[in-house]
């Protein structure tokens, strides 16, 4: 049996998770816990606002690609990048088109 769906006009469905549902001690600090618990924190600060709840809202499309980004810089947290000494042939500023 099929359920029906509601239809929302302009009102936002909202999902809340109960204070503790999900965390589980440190075997819940996967690759990109401490990345979003820093975006939080710091969302917070830069706003003066102290709280343990956050929410964040917008369409489904704007939620997407701000989820997309910020998991996309999270993958690179921590990489370390290190410069190439001698000489490269990878690249030469003369030939490019721009």
Not at 19 to 24: H, I, V
Not at 41 to 50: I, K, P, Q, R, S
Not at 65 to 83: I, N, P, W, Y
Request: hydrophobic share 40%.
């Amino acid at each position: 049996m099929k359920k029906e769906r509601k239809k929302l006009t302009n009102e936002p469905a909202v999902f809340v998770l109960e204070k503790g549902s999900q965390y589980k001690g440190a075997i819940s600090e996967g690759k990109y816990f401490s990345a979003f618990f820093e975006m939080f924190e710091n969302l917070l600060a830069t706003n003066g606002v102290e709280s343990d709840m956050v929410g964040f809202s917008g369409c489904k499309l704007d939620m997407a690609v701000f989820l997309a980004k910020f998991l996309s810089m999270a993958e690179f947290q921590g990489t370390e990048l290190r410069m190439k000494e001698g000489a490269t042939h990878d690249f030469n500023p003369d030939s490019s088109p721009c």
